[in-house]
């Protein structure tokens, strides 16, 4: 009897995870961007485990990231974030959505950088605003002017995520079209490395 031929879904998510290997996938980027949402598609579509650092951080802090940031300060909440980032990282493969201000901390960026294959969720400001304006979980966003911030945010965030080895444009489409044009960025991504 013949093999049952794979289907192009079963191919693209067999050739993103051979293309990952025991790397971990990161996936940084603004708030709203997708990150938690899209990354655990894409985790489960791979079939390696899921953390989100934001959720890692409340569980071991036993606190919300607004009451931390309230309690502590922003210093103190990266500092936290980089050590769990540094843990979570340790050993792969898994998918880490990180928090929006990951990897624009200098030592947090050097533990993603070493720690697998980043990928930058990029989005224009309306689809990110469309996505946080429901919520007032972000205290960077308790401001007078909440879209303003974001847009400052983004002016001066942007060109460090583009340091991130992949770039993937978030659109305001369904997540889990977003999981799959993420996988199909990781195979682009190894031909490119394997070419050079
Ligand atoms: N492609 C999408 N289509 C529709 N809704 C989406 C999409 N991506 C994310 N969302 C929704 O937008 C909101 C924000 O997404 P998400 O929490 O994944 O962002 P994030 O990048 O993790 O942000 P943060 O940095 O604050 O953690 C969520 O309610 C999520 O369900
Ligand atoms: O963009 C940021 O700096 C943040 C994003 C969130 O994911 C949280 O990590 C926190 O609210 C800070
Ligand atoms: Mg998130």
């Given at each position: 009897m013949s093999e049952p031929l794979l289907t192009v879904a079963d191919s693209l998510k067999d050739r993103a995870r051979a293309a990952l290997g025991s790397r971990n996938l990161i996936l940084v980027g603004?708030?709203?961007?997708?990150k938690s949402a899209v990354g655990r598609i894409v985790a489960s579509q791979l079939a390696i485990p899921f953390v989100d650092s934001d959720l890692e951080i409340e569980r071991v802090s036993r606190m919300t990231i607004p009451e931390l940031f309230a309690a502590y300060g922003e210093e103190e909440f990266r500092a936290l974030e980089t050590r769990v980032m540094k843990r979570l990282l340790k050993s792969g493969p898994r998918v880490v959505s990180t928090g929006g201000g990951a990897f624009i901390n200098e030592r947090t960026r050097k533990h993603i950088k070493k720690g697998g294959l980043s990928v930058w969720l990029k989005a224009d400001l309306d689809v990110l605003w469309e996505r946080v304006?429901?919520?007032?979980?972000?205290?960077?966003?308790?401001?007078?002017?909440p879209k303003q911030t974001l847009e400052n945010l983004m002016n001066a965030r942007y060109p460090i995520y583009a340091q991130a080895d992949i770039t993937v444009l978030s659109r305001d489409v369904r997540k889990e079209i977003m999981a799959d044009e993420v996988l199909k960025a990781m195979i682009e991504a190894q031909k490119e490395s394997a070419a050079s």
């Open positions: 603004l708030m709203g961007a997708g304006n429901k919520r007032d979980t972000r205290p960077l966003l308790k401001t007078e002017n």
